[in-house]
């Protein structure tokens, strides 16, 4: 949780101009805290090299934004207070890594994210429709209630994640929400396998990729425009562990996650996971709806001047299993523990998009010395891996907790964000928090 302007002289990242697809708001990014920010206990370091400062607003020609206003508490119906607001047009929250503490996420501990208005819930649930068209046999209009009798319900335990997750992290500051950690959840849900449904309807030998909508409006509420409508090829629409889910943590779906009925697409984007889900269109071609294609969801395949005005068009690909990421649960970023304190014990977890996590280290001298944590069994794939494990501090004083997954492909998280984007997508880097002995 912390960029070299922090440390610099604390500076807040400022508003940046939306890119079209992307209704994200950047707000200021958080810092290592402990009981203020690093600069106010005097703690400085040197500038890092980089080959540009421009910010991606200056990058296309637009005036210099006022400074945001910065993360707000969150105080919406059922959800911790603890949650921080992003923004509200659309609605937008994330969960404080201490608050991601528990084996199952709680659903008031859950994220949100939206991308257009909040659609008016409906009273018939069971009522509500879902059509899969386009490159099958038989076209379906299936209800809840048909979903639910004549297909085999599963319950798994997934990581749900925003696609710009730690987009903060990224120097110059990227467009869109200012994401630390917390744009991802591990809740349990339960629903019939995509593939399930698609067979049902007969998947022609042309059919190739999904598109998939939702019932909410358009921010400008313009009835002509999509929210969101993103697809994905077959074969991620074919694995067993993709739902179209009506339940989470054994309850309802609630309103503001999707329901009565989402897609849980795991290890991908969670903007795939479409809320409010209504139809599916099964297609011969990639799809083309509001948020693909360009720079939406898309990350460089050739690495990009930090700053650059770059459209996407070239060298640019769709993002697709998310980076590996650890969080340290607890100890909270600023705790104060009792003078004479050595031993730390320490909580996280650790996921790896369509990857397994093969380990998780924890440093306290800045990477010159890595201790390995105890891992635990995740209950399914795409269950993230809860970790545990002890640390042995040298003396009292200050001290930053670096956190360090490595993927099943020997993939670890870097110690900065890197492979910047004109969005934020894909920034995963070690997570760091505070702590201050005696």
Known sequence: MLNEAD??????????????GNSDTPRTSRRLLLGGSLAALGLAAGGL????????AAAQGAPAAAPAKGPQPFDYP?????????????LVAETPENLLDDDTTPISK?????????PEPVKDVDGWQLKIEGEVDKPLTLTVKELKSRFTPHTFRMVLECGGNGRSFYTPAARGNQWTNGGAGCAEWTGVRLADVLKAAGLKSSAKFTGHYGADPHLSGDTAKDAVSRGMPIEKALEPHCLIVWAMNGEPLPHIHGGPLRLVVP?????????????????????????????SYRVPTVPIVPGSNADGK??????????????????????RLPAATREVALRGAAWAGDHEVAKVEVSFDAGQRWHAMTLAKPKNRYDWVRWTGKITLPSDGYFELWARATDSRGVAQPHVATNWNPQG????PLHRIAVLVG
């Open 7 to 20: 440390l610099r002289d604390g500076a807040a990242a400022t508003d940046a101009v939306p890119a079209e």
């Open 49 to 56: 090299p980089r080959l540009s400062v421009t910010s991606p």
């Open 314 to 335: 070239t060298n640019f690909t769709d993002l697709t299993s998310m980076p590996v990421r650890s969080i340290i649960s607890a100890p909270a970023n600023g705790a």
């Open 78 to 90: 059922g959800k911790d207070k603890g949650l921080t607001l992003l923004g509200d047009r659309p």
């Open 425 to 428: 997508y894909g920034s995963n």
């Open 267 to 295: 290890g991908w984007p969670a903007s795939l996971s479409s809320k409010w889900l209504n139809r599916i269109l099964v297609r011969a071609t990639p799809h083309d709806g509001q948020g693909m294609g360009g720079t």
């Open 110 to 118: 859950f994220f949100v994210r939206n991308n257009g208005q909040i």
